[in-house]
């Protein structure tokens, strides 16, 4: 039976739009950080375009419902009959993830939200139920991505990139070039993002499309982009260039809009799905207020989604540009072509992957796929420094969040039982 006061509801809502307000400060460069670093558009372009798809795909299509013990890392027969211990642990989570991602942000430094809060729950998992509650062998499945994912990525970007090299960038007219590889390319990329709106993206809408369903609306989707795009291609670049710089700026002028249109996708997507980080362990503590009975799958009311979805929109706004010049800027120069590779490869990699049952994350890949194309032009290209200080954090994200929690949780408990 639930005894604890109702402060700690109120306390439960201020921590879940404190997460919310960390999600997108630090997730937001998944989808705008090449398109900043690239000059694609600018850093007030990315937050109103990111601001419109977040929101949209967290209120719209974000978990309505929601799984409170995430991906079922910690046993849910631990806390049978233990609904205030349930609720400070959910509490004690969002706190942690988001001090945790605070920090990360501070430092520019792009750590996946989900390892946050899944860290967040082995914390709480371990201190009420011991070693035994904690499922380690999905607990390291999350360790086989801090390898698969940037890897997978990586590889993915640089084949793409060096593909665009060879057929288009080093091509004696690369104006022509692009006009003939860019409305192919878009084929492959309309496949890859229906498949990830019908399979991933929009899984809550519950349209109960089939792969092969799905990968037909895709080829014609792609098809269709292709003719249009081959006729704009015609009707906007019609001036031929006289000089290779000028001709190189036009390349780079289409791919942007190839960039651009990939990164609002992929803001969509990450509303719909990573919003749930920030509302699921919400849901959970006012699912148990309400019934005074815990849950491990609750319904999440509109005004909770809402709550995510604008403060995701917040913090993108007022903390969004730290990872985003990271990403865009400080790990390789990037360009619209290199931008559109890294965030093509990242949407395949994430769909292949997630089609597999591999956990990848987002940030991890998407780091991958920016070190991919930057190591196309050769290992000179990086910034060794600022790779090596993106993948400390992430090895140290769920120890880190695992032992804040813990502590939180047994300050939480001292105070309110």
């Excluded at 989570?93 to 945790?100: D, E, N, R």
């Excluded at 780079?252 to 249109?261: M, N, P």
């Excluded at 400080?330 to 290199?338: A, E, F």
């Excluded at 292949?352 to 987002?362: A, D, E, Q, R, Y």
Aim: glycine share 10%.
């Amino acid at each position: 039976m639930l005894t604890l006061s109702p402060w700690i509801f109120w306390f439960g809502l201020a921590a879940c739009a404190y997460m919310a307000w960390n999600i997108g400060a630090n997730d937001v460069a998944n989808a705008m950080g090449t398109s900043v670093g690239s000059h694609a558009i600018t850093m007030k372009q990315a937050v109103i375009l990111a601001a419109v798809f977040e929101f949209a795909g967290a209120f719209l299509v974000g978990g309505h419902v929601t799984e409170t013990v995430r991906k079922g890392i910690v046993s849910t027969e631990a806390f049978q009959g233990h609904a205030d211990l349930f609720v400070l642990g959910m509490l004690a989570a969002l706190l942690a993830a988001g001090i945790w991602l605070n920090l990360a942000t501070f430092l520019g430094l792009p750590v996946s939200t989900t390892h946050s809060i899944v860290g967040s729950v082995v914390g709480f998992g371990l201190v009420v139920g011991g070693i035994g509650a904690v499922n380690w062998g999905k607990l390291g499945s999350v360790v086989m991505s801090w390898f698969i994912s940037p890897f997978a990525g990586g590889l993915m970007a640089w084949l793409t990139f060096t593909f665009i090299k060879r057929t288009v960038l080093t091509s004696w007219n690369p104006v022509r070039a692009a006009r003939r590889v860019v409305p192919l390319l878009l084929i492959p990329v309309m496949v890859v993002l229906v498949l990830s709106l019908l399979y991933k993206g929009l899984k809550n809408l519950k349209l109960n499309v089939g792969f092969n369903q799905a990968l037909l609306i895709g080829l014609a989707v792609g098809i269709v982009s292709y003719i249009l795009m081959r006729f704009f291609l015609l009707f906007k670049f019609t001036h031929r260039p006289g000089k290779r710089k000028e001709a190189s700026q036009q390349v780079e002028d289409i791919f942007a809009y190839l960039q651009v249109g990939t990164a609002c996708y992929v803001a969509f997507a990450h509303g719909a799905n990573d919003v749930a980080n920030a509302i699921g362990p919400f849901a959970a503590i006012v699912a148990v207020f309400k019934s005074g009975d815990l849950s491990m799958a609750v319904p999440v009311p509109m005004w909770v989604l809402g709550l995510g979805g604008v403060g995701i929109v917040v913090g993108l706004g007022t903390w969004g540009y730290k990872v985003i010049e990271t990403i865009g800027n400080k790990i390789t120069s990037i360009t619209p072509s290199r931008g559109f590779s890294a965030e093509f490869a990242t949407a395949t990699t994430v769909l292949i992957c997630s089609k597999m049952g591999l956990p990848v994350s987002t940030s991890h890949t998407l780091v991958g796929s920016v070190i991919g194309v930057g190591l196309a032009r050769g290992i000179a290209a990086l910034n060794l420094k600022v790779i090596r200080n993106i993948v400390n954090s992430w090895l140290i994200t769920v120890p880190a969040t695992a032992v804040v929690t813990i502590v939180i949780f047994l300050l939480l408990k001292a105070v309110a039982l």
